[in-house]
């Protein structure tokens, strides 16, 4: 979490840099509601269409961007934050510009005199941008509406991801719009300064990835086809065990990653941890849980050779660390990752000491055995605890089970709760942050 909240905040004071030793405006000389109107408009658009550029390039899931910050899942929190920021933004830039109209309407301003403009010669770019203000302003509004709508849906949890897939891709129309009105409106003399070419690199490289959205071009070097090749249900947990053989060349993954899986073209690409070990057959496999509408009737709706679409692998949850001792635990499904290094480290170890912890609310004996046998073949000693029967896991049932902690990476993947308040105990009693390792699955 560290590197992106940085890399957010730093971002964001970079562009307030540039913006500021940009403009020119003599601040002494500023009176009145309208003239710094003026000015803060300019800024919130520079950091409103700033971050949602930013927001737009990592929805196409640039992997060269994964080790800097942390793997895709850390990558699409940063998306969320500058997705909420950059809705922030726009109704703060849309209430200066839409507020003080109303205040002169209702009788309560009066508006400045503008001095005429100079003419400029018809030829010259700048009267072309005059002449599109108009047209510009109308644009943006619109945009500005419904991307308020599109990303309100999007942090509705409740609504439907298959719907949510198909709309969100219409920010993309938004953000192009916004594009056009950033260009118009920004001060003609911004172009020239410092700021001028940061923005225009970052309004390219988004409109560039808008395109790839609406064209569906996104990761397609990434997608691999296959079909279902077996299924394994373990009603008392609510998974689902998928098998699929890839049909395309996949470029292998490593244990811990995850992909996007099409099963059903209806609802689109889910994103589910990988939890098989690559031996280059083709062959691949997921757990997936019912936990929400589309997974709990997914038994159900899967068969024996339907068509697969997969893409990945992304994730950087890939258990490397300097240290030559690692703790894992695994919450509920969040098990899955931990079974995949399970089986890699069965065909070749890595010389490590591991304790692996699950902890899980529903005892099956057929899947805990399972684990115990894959447990027992990388020679990493497991402990399960189950809810009823152990009560729950805490920082110093860790300490008291592995004493030389302190020296461990630490690999935390289940609820976000459990894994936040594991993460604070355990440096509150002397555990390095850096050396917490947590998985943010989670896609919006």
């Known amino acids: 979490m560290q590197p992106i909240k940085r890399m957010f905040w730093i971002y964001l004071l970079l562009l307030t840099g540039l ?14 509601l309208f003239s710094w109107r003026a000015v803060l408009m300019q800024y919130t658009g520079v950091l409103g269409i700033g971050v949602m550029s930013v927001a737009m390039l990592l929805a196409v899931r640039p992997v060269v961007l994964e080790p800097y ?6 990558m699409y929190r940063l998306h ?3 997705g909420i920021s950059g809705l922030a933004l726009s109704v703060t830039h849309w209430l200066m510009a839409q507020g003080p109209k109303w205040l002169v309407g209702w009788g309560l301003l009066e508006r400045p005199v503008r001095p005429p403009r100079p003419a400029l010669p018809a030829d010259l770019i700048q009267q072309f941008f005059l002449d599109q203000r108009h047209l510009a302003e109308s644009i943006g509004e619109w945009a500005f509406y419904a991307a308020l709508a599109l ?26 719009a916004l594009v056009w009105h950033a260009v118009v409106l920004l001060k003609f003399d911004y172009w020239s300064g410092v700021l001028g070419p940061v923005m225009a690199v970052l309004m390219a490289a988004g409109t560039v990835a808008a395109l790839l959205v609406l064209f569906r071009r996104v990761a397609t070097s990434r997608k691999v086809t296959g079909e279902v090749a077996s299924i394994v249900r373990h009603d008392a947990l609510n998974v689902v065990e998928v098998g699929i053989q890839l049909k395309g060349r996949w470029s292998g993954h490593d244990a811990g990653q995850f992909a996007f899986v099409t099963l059903h073209e209806d609802e689109g690409p889910h994103p589910f941890t990988i939890s098989s070990a690559w031996t280059g057959d083709g062959r691949i496999q997921f757990i997936i849980k019912a936990l929400g509408d589309y997974t709990r009737t997914l038994a159900d709706r899967l068969r024996v050779g339907n068509p697969v679409t997969v893409e990945g692998p992304y994730g950087q949850f890939n258990f490397q660390g300097e240290s030559p001792r690692q703790i894992w635990v695994g919450g509920g499904i969040g098990i899955t990752p931990f079974i995949s290094r399970l089986k890699t480290l069965a065909r070749q170890g890595d010389g490590r000491a591991i304790d692996l912890f699950h902890t899980t609310a529903v005892y099956d004996a057929e899947a805990i055995s399972l684990l115990e046998r894959d447990a027992q073949a990388a020679k990493v000693p497991l402990h399960v605890l189950w809810d009823e029967r152990d009560g729950r896991l805490n920082a110093e049932r860790i300490c008291q089970t592995v004493p030389d902690w302190r020296e461990a990476d630490v690999w935390f ?11 604070r105990d355990l440096t509150a009693l002397g555990l390095p942050g850096a050396r917490f390792h947590q998985e943010l699955f989670e896609m919006r």
């Open 80 to 82: 969320k934050w500058l």
């Open 69 to 74: 910050l942390g793997g895709l899942d850390k």
């Open 413 to 423: 993947c289940g609820p976000a709760g459990f894994g936040q308040a594991l993460k």
């Open 151 to 176: 990303m309100v849906l999007a942090l509705i949890k409740r609504f439907p991801y298959r719907h949510f897939f198909k709309i969100h891709h219409l920010l993309a129309v938004a953000y192009l």
């Open 19 to 32: 913006w500021w030793f940009t403009d020119q405006t003599d601040w002494s000389s500023l009176s009145g």
